[in-house]
């Protein structure tokens, strides 16, 4: 069934914000043309980011300029950590992010940071990736490049809802969304994390 699903995604792909993978081009025979190595929301189906919704299918790069997909983890719990490098309460999230990540791994767990901004509230590099897991002793939690273009605006129903940094929210296993949180508290991040495994 993943496998169908998979060559369905392949098939279907477009974008749903302008950072997102280019519309599929279809010729006579039906070959899909798509970028492998875009970055942004990836529209499958119908998702979002409210309690109950299937979680909108993205792909970003990682400190290491590896591509990241949520779909690659279909079957684990993940937490997304939406965090601005200026946000004070985010910098302490992160703190906890790699002992968080070292307690449920093995348990099919992954802390996922997003960075949205740099220290000057502009846009994310790959080097700002690398600096935020040197300030805060992240080496296996994945810390992705975001984009503000990945926020909602203008009634867009799929990008993340960010009304105040952090944001957190929790996909389940079946890449549902179960969970959300602004702002952070350690043992109330805990306890969801534990409710969800």
Known sequence: MLKTLFAIAILILGPCCSACIPDPVLSDDT???IEPTS????????????IGDNACNFQLRDKDDNLWRLSAHMGDLV??????????????????AQHV???????GFHYVTILIDDEQG???????????????????APILQGSRDMLQSGG??????????????????NQEVVWGMHGFNENTLV??????L
């Open 39 to 50: 970055t942004g929301f990836l529209l499958l189906e119908e998702c979002g980011f409210g």
């Open 156 to 173: 867009a129903s799929y990008g993340f809802p960010v009304t105040s940094w952090p944001t957190f929210i929790i996909i389940n296993r």
């Open 79 to 96: 937490l997304i950590d939406l965090s601005a490098m200026w946000c004070g309460p985010c910098q302490y999230a992160a703190t906890t």
């Open 191 to 196: 306890e969801a994390i534990e409710t969800y």
């Open 31 to 33: 070959h899909i043309e």
């Open 122 to 140: 502009e846009e994310i590099e790959l080097s700002d990736l690398s600096l935020w897991a040197t300030n805060f002793g992240i080496t296996s």
């Open 101 to 107: 990540q070292d307690l449920y791994e093995t348990r």
